[in-house]
Structure formats: structure tokens, C-alpha cells
């Protein structure tokens, strides 16, 4: 079984700046060989994409955080990380991890089908 735990989450005024972390457990999981993944859900909508790294430290992002978020990754604590700046009311959702993907890149060029999940930590963005 493979485990993530995201941490970081909380309330931020808009402009503001968090750091969400996930770290990633099991006697499944390769942390090495994963592409890693950041997704959120809003209230009421659809959980979306927001920005993957590969094992080789490749990134991409949603069009709506590009330049504003960056993620990254530490091979030997088995962790991903979302920096996330200039916050705005439009990112509030829960931030979810997602390890163990069965679609490496589609035509998008993002990972899809995660067969891990974390439980999702609440980022709140404030007027």
C-alpha cells in the first residue's frame, strides 16, 4: 500500500504566500521512478489539475497558476512540495497529492489515472 500526507495548508490573505508538502510512504511506492502530481478541488466544482513534476524534476502547470506556483521535489525524504505565491480568492480549495500514474503524459503532456491519492489539505484565500 502506498500512503500520501499533504501538510501546509491554512489561511492566507490574498498576495499572500504558502508551501504545501506531501510526503509520500509504502512498501509500494518508488519514489524515484513516480511522477508526482498537485490537484484541488473548489466547493461545488470539479477537482482540476494544477502542476506535476516527473522522476526527472520536469514541470508543468495549469495555465491558472503558471508563474505564480512551483513545485519540486526531495528524492531522499520522498516529498513533493507546492510553492504557492501571490495568492488569490480563486485558488481556495482543498490540495490534494496524487503518486502513481498509470498515463505518464496524455496529448496534454499531464499525467493521468493516479492510483494514489492523499487525504487533500485546505488552502483559504482571503478578500
Known amino acids: 500500500q502506498v500512503q500520501l500526507v499533504e501538510s501546509g495548508g491554512g489561511l492566507v490573505e490574498t498576495g499572500g504566500s504558502l508551501r504545501l508538502s506531501c510526503v509520500a510512504s509504502?512498501?509500494?511506492?518508488?519514489?524515484?521512478?513516480?511522477?508526482m502530481g498537485w490537484y484541488r478541488q473548489a466547493p461545488g466544482k470539479q477537482r482540476e489539475y494544477v502542476a506535476h513534476?516527473?522522476?526527472?524534476?520536469?514541470?508543468k502547470y495549469a495555465d491558472s497558476v503558471n508563474g505564480r506556483f512551483t513545485i519540486s521535489r526531495e528524492g531522499p525524504k520522498n516529498a513533493v512540495y507546492l510553492q504557492m505565491n501571490s495568492l488569490k480568492p480563486e485558488d481556495t480549495a482543498v490540495y490534494y497529492c496524487?503518486?502513481?500514474?498509470?498515463?505518464?503524459?496524455?496529448?496534454?503532456?499531464?499525467?493521468?489515472?493516479?492510483?494514489?491519492w492523499g487525504q487533500g489539505t485546505q488552502v483559504t484565500v482571503s478578500s
Open positions: 509504502g512498501s509500494r511506492f518508488s519514489f524515484t521512478f513516480n511522477v
Open positions: 513534476i516527473t522522476s526527472g524534476g520536469s514541470t
Open positions: 496524487a503518486s502513481g500514474a498509470r498515463v505518464l503524459a496524455g496529448a496534454d503532456g499531464r499525467p493521468y489515472d493516479f492510483a494514489y
